[in-house]
Structures are given as C-alpha cells and as structure tokens.
C-alpha cells in the first residue's frame, strides 16, 4: 500500500511538472509516511515540505495545490492540508477492500519483500557445546535464529542456517574423561573426581547407555596406550550421543539447519596440506598484522578498531579460543558463493567483549564489514511467578528439552520472540501453559483455530467465500482488518533490515484481537448471502495472514483447539 501511495503522489506531481504548473526537479527517494496519530489520517504526504525550496513556492500553498489533484484520484476519500505543508490522506473503503483481494491472491507470497535482492546471508545460531544438554538460553537462540532466517528469506535473502559445533580442544577430554569415570563407578571402580568434571546426571546417562550397549569391554586398560585409545573411545561415543540429542532437538521443534560445522575440520589439511587455522595465521602474517611478544603470536587488532591486540597463539604453542573462531569465519566467507555473502551470528550477551576482535580480524583479512552480532540477554525461568533454577525431575538446571517437554514447542518458541534480542526475558511456565486469552500464542493460535470452525460451519450451511461483492466490506472491524494487513509488506522489510523479528509477534496479537472484534460486531454466517460471502472472503483474508505469520515465527497454525 505504502509504494501505491507513494507511486500516485509521484505521478501526480510528474503530471504537474509536464503540464506547467510546478518547475521541474528531482523528487526525493520518501514523500510519503504512515500518520504518528490515527486520526490524521491513512498517510502522511511530504512532499512540499520537501520541494517546497527546491520549488520555491510557499510549503503550505504547494501542499494545496497538490492536495487538490490528489482529491482526484478514486482511492482517495479524503484530503487536508496540515501544519506546515503536510498532507493527510485518508483512503476510500475501495482501497483498502482490494487490499483484501490482493492477500487472498497472493497468499503465501503476500508482503514477499525485495529488500535481499537475492543476496547471500549466513545466519548461526544455538551452536552449543556438545559436553551437556542446551540450556534455556539455547532454546531463546534456536527460536530467533530460526524466526529470523525465515524473516529474511520471505525479504529476499538467500539464507544458510549454520551450527558451529565445538568439538575440538580441552573441554571435549574433560567431558570423555567425566563419562569414563561414570562409566567405571557403574562397574564397580569408582574414582575421585578431578577438578574438572562434568558432574551432570546426563554424563550417569551416557555411561549407563554405553555400558548396557559395550558391557565391560573397557574396564581394563592395561598400559597408557590403551588408557589412550579408551579415553578416545568414550570421547568420540560420549559426543555423539549428545550430537544426536541436540539434533533430534531441534528437528522435534522445527527447526532446520543447512550446515553442521564441525570445530574438528579446522584441524585437518586440504589438499594444499595446511590446515584451515595455519592458512588463517600465514594470511595474517604476511598482511602484517602478526608479531612476536612474550613467545606468544599476537594479532594487531587494535589497527580495527579493538581496544587491545589479542593473542592467538600461547607461548606453549596451543590456540586460544579467538585463533580457530578466525579461521571458522574465513571458511564460512570463502565457500563457493559465498565470498560476498553477509554473517549474522546470535551470541549470548557474555560474548559482548568477543565482537570487536572478530570484526577486527575479518577486516584485516578484507571482510570489513561483513559480520553481524545479536547478542541476546538471559532467560529467567519462572513457575507461577517464582525463580525456578532447578529441574524437579534431575534436580540439575532445567534444561530446553525439559521446558518443551512441558510447554510445547509452539509456547516456547513463541514466548522466547516476545521481546527483542537485548531485553531479558522472564519465562513462567506456568502461564506458558494457560489455555487463555492471557496466554499470547494461545490468543493468535486462537484466532486461526475460530477461522477454522467458521470455514466448517459455512461449509455445512453451502455458503462459500466470494470476492464479487467486496464492496459490502465498510464495518469499521472489517475495514481495520484490511489496514493491519497493508502493514505487513513494510514490516517485514523493516524488521529484516533490523534482525528483529519479535516484531511479529506485536503484529500477530494486533491482527488477532481485530479478528475477534470482526468476529463480535460481524455476523457472518447469517448475514444476508451476499455479505455472508464477502465476509467470509475476509476472513480467509485473515487465516492467510495470520498462517503466513505464525510461519515465519516458525508456530503452527493448528485448525481445532
């Protein structure tokens, strides 16, 4: 609605310009905006605040001029001139009726954006550790990962969705290390706990389910190497057992990756007999941007930006985190067609201090610019508006599996987009689960479910939806229908430029509570048959909507509830 607009102010001025009446100039890229109050009207026109000295005429007297022709136009029901040269338009019943027409037409492609313009974006998300299962936290991730790559593939982006999975280093022989102990507790053997342990009742988990598949077969380790191959042994099963718990995770809720990265392929040579990290560390060098202190390798990230150069190798010789982190960017940017491609990473908040020098280390290999961090806050966990901090069942933190096992997929991914990524979320289970019109995904889920019943009962009366009299459609509820749908083109091109799709969900409550004010003040099925169909057109209007929506917060639409 918004470019139709923007479109007839364009030609009408044109109009004016060819046939005399206004000197020739160049028209600004924005003339028309959406109203700060409703009573001004459906749009704001601004263009003779914006040509009025370029034209030289007076910003008000330009406005009435223009005011009148644009009082020509058949979608335009009303016109004033306000303030100092602005112009409010309000549109005829007719226009917002072909609004519903337009959506019914295009239905799942309807508000499809072309902000993208087909460009490529990677977008990772979750990218937990495989040492224990994905925590709440994780679970707000995997909702607004998801929720955005659907956002911004439906305004053009060609989108990859990727888990980094850290299975390399220190922390892997720690938890190879915990489950072995649990392991040999449960025949018999049980040993002190080092220092570092993961004491977790899923480490007992995996051991137990390794011990019923391999019985007693790596109870002995008779010298260091097969005390060695043992180790490697419960870390390889120990890590695949927690891979496939978090992967059959995210299938139960929906939500897909294209890409598993393994931390372990930045290890291993490629055909050039380099790994990936040594090949990062020789680009930076011969940039110049490596030096010598301390027998460490330090990056001269303080050329980018960053508060501080940054140690990429320890004296020992071993990596810090941030070494093999570089390399894993410069990986994902140099896969085949994806040189040019934009990086969004959703981080937890305590990563704020990582941004700058991975910005920084990307710039100084030629991709300034090119990465994107959310850093999310915290989830709180509460249960009848009480801090809940551990799992009744394990007695441990409640983990993301434990919360969708009780709330649902659909609650828990809806409520983690309640808020934008930089606010901290309270989460209370317990209204999570109420099936009312407090609950807000049961309220939008709601609304769809009503459409349902009402296509059922129509269907049983032989009345179908038509589009041949929408013209009746003048109710204040129906045409409020219309208006929020003209909304969604715009708002999906700007919460995408924004990577902000909690957005959605505003708009998804404001869409359902008008469908229910439509619904009370609207008869449909015993309206005269005429409007019956016209209405009922409408609120196919609206199931389309509000499916198209839920979608893309990647919520379903169930038809009963």
């Not at 749009?43 to 009082?71: F, H, V, Y």
């Not at 927690?242 to 055909?271: G, N």
């Not at 289970?429 to 009312?436: H, L, N, S, V």
């Not at 016209?534 to 609120?539: E, G, I, K, V």
Request: net charge negative; glycine share 8%.
């Amino acid at each position: 609605m918004r470019q139709q607009i923007d479109t007839l102010v364009r030609q009408t001025l044109a109009e004016m310009i060819s046939d005399g009446s206004l000197p020739p100039v160049e028209l600004p890229p924005e003339l028309v905006e959406r109203p700060r109050q409703k009573n001004h009207g459906d749009w704001a026109c601004t263009a003779a605040l914006k040509l009025s000295k370029t034209m030289g005429i007076n910003p008000q007297d330009l406005a009435a001029r223009l005011a009148s022709r644009l009082a020509d136009d058949e979608r335009i029901a009303g016109v004033e001139v306000a303030g100092p040269g602005f112009i409010n338009l309000t549109l005829a019943d007719a226009a917002w009726q072909e609004v519903i027409a337009e959506v019914v037409g295009q239905g799942g492609g309807f508000a499809r954006a072309a902000a993208g313009a087909g460009r490529r974006v990677n977008v990772e998300f979750i990218s937990a550790n495989p040492t224990g299962p994905m925590h709440v936290g994780h679970g707000r991730w995997a909702a607004l990962g998801n929720a955005l790559c659907n956002l911004l593939e439906h305004a053009g982006w060609q989108v990859t969705r990727e888990f980094y999975i850290n299975d390399a280093g220190h922390q892997m022989d720690v938890f190879a290390n915990s489950v072995l102990l649990r392991y040999l507790e449960i025949l018999g053997q049980p040993l002190a706990e080092p220092e570092e342990f993961y004491g977790g009742g899923y480490v007992a988990d995996i051991a137990r389910q390794i011990y019923e598949e391999e019985g007693d077969a790596w109870l002995e380790a008779a010298d260091s190497s097969q005390a060695d191959a043992r180790l490697e042994h419960f870390r390889e099963r120990a890590y695949r057992l927690m891979l496939a718990q978090m992967q059959e995770l995210c299938q139960r809720i929906d939500v897909p990756f294209d890409i598993w990265f393994s931390e372990r392929t930045l290890y291993e040579p490629d055909q050039t007999g380099l790994i990936p990290i040594n090949k990062m560390l020789d680009r930076l060098d011969g940039l110049g941007y490596l030096y010598e202190k301390d027998g460490a390798t330090w990056f001269r990230s303080t050329d980018f930006g960053d508060d501080k150069d940054r140690v990429l190798v320890k004296s020992d010789g071993s990596y810090t985190y941030f070494c093999p982190d570089i390399a894993y960017h410069l990986v994902k940017l140099e896969r085949p067609g994806l040189e040019s491609a934009s990086l969004v990473n959703i981080w937890g908040a305590d990563h704020h201090g990582y941004v700058a020098r991975m910005q920084a280390a990307l710039a100084a290999c030629g991709h300034a610019d090119s990465l994107t961090v959310l850093l999310g806050q915290l989830v709180t966990l509460l249960r009848g508006g009480s801090v809940v901090r551990m799992s009744k069942r394990s007695g441990e933190m409640v983990s993301f599996q434990e919360l969708v096992d009780e709330v649902g997929a659909d609650a828990t991914k809806y409520l983690m987009l309640g808020r934008a990524t930089d606010q901290p979320i309270d989460f209370d289970i317990e209204a999570a689960k109420q099936a009312d019109n407090s609950n807000p995904v049961y309220y939008v889920q709601y609304a769809h479910a009503r459409i349902c019943s009402l296509f059922r009962k129509a269907e049983e009366r032989g009345i179908s939806a038509s589009a041949d009299d929408l013209g009746l459609l003048v109710d204040s509820s129906e045409l409020e229908l219309a208006r929020i749908f003209s909304r969604l083109p715009e708002l999906i091109e700007d919460a995408a430029r924004d990577l902000a799709p909690y957005r959605l969900t505003h708009y998804a409550e404001e869409l359902a509570t008008a469908l229910h004010s439509f619904y009370t003040r609207c008869p449909v099925l015993t309206a005269e048959p005429r409007l019956a169909a016209a209405r009922l057109y409408l609120s196919q209007a609206t199931r389309s909507v509000l499916v198209l929506v839920l979608g893309l917060l990647g919520v379903s639409a169930p038809e009963r509830m």
